[in-house]
């Protein structure tokens, strides 16, 4: 079984500061990443894909490293809004086969 | 934009009923998966469809079935619905192509009594 962990958290984070936290992955021939977001009794929803060493957009910044099998998430500057359960999922086969989710990591930005 | 929508936000059954939770996507996606969500353990796919009338196992499928009649809906059947199986229910569907991002429904939480 293919296994993807998070630390569940939670984190605690001044508005403003920048956070960090990892994903680890144990197939070493996963190609795709990816970074959701899900609010309390929402769906989850894609914030960033990640197919090489890394990917930014805004304040967020995903990166791969495959050499030690972990994707990490960045955020800067973080908002009240982005208090959420981030979640790193990984394909768990072919194409049509679905995603592998992590348990999921609960942020919480404090004013 | 793509919308996955699902019959019910919320559903209670009892012990024992065949319990139907139905998936539709907008998008003419190839690929259709039904995922369910428990604290502590995340997400975990269930089943999923690559085509019409093709259905796969996923990590979880005991206690399951689905079906794909038409591409752009796919149920999950609870053939005999257990309290173990009281759990948000996500239905999810991408198209066939290289990507592997999953667009997802707004969730059904099934409370079974």
């Known amino acids: 079984r293919k296994e993807v962990e998070q630390d569940p958290g939670p984190f605690n984070v001044p508005e403003g500061a920048t956070v960090a936290f990892n994903c680890t992955y144990s197939?070493?021939?996963?190609?795709?990443f990816f970074w959701y977001r899900q609010d309390c009794r929402k769906e989850p929803k894609l914030l960033m894909s990640v197919y090489s060493s890394g990917n930014e957009d805004g304040r967020f910044t995903a990166q791969l490293n495959r050499a030690s099998q972990y994707i990490s998430l960045l955020i800067r500057d973080s908002k009240l809004s982005d208090s959420a359960t981030y979640l790193c999922g990984t394909e768990r086969g072919g194409g049509a086969d679905g995603l592998t989710f992590g348990k999921g990591t609960h942020l919480i930005i404090q004013p | 934009d793509v919308k996955v929508t699902q019959s019910s936000r919320y559903l209670v059954k009892r012990t024992g009923e065949k319990v139907f939770l139905e998936c539709v996507q907008d998008?003419?996606?190839?690929?259709m998966f039904w995922y369910r969500q428990d604290p502590g353990l995340g997400l975990r796919l269930i089943y999923f469809?690559?085509?019409?009338?093709?259905?796969e196992k996923g990590d979880i499928p005991e206690g399951y079935s689905v079906s794909r009649e038409k591409k752009e809906r796919f149920s999950l059947i609870l053939e005999s619905a257990s309290t173990n199986q009281t759990s948000m229910y996500l239905c999810?569907?991408?198209?066939?192509?290289?990507?592997?991002?999953?667009?997802f429904g707004p969730g059904t939480r099934l409370t079974v009594t």
């Open positions: 197939n070493s021939a996963s190609q795709s």
């Open positions: 998008m003419d996606h190839e690929n």
């Open positions: 469809s690559y085509d019409v009338k093709m259905k």
């Open positions: 999810a569907s991408n198209p066939r192509s290289a990507s592997y991002e999953q667009y």
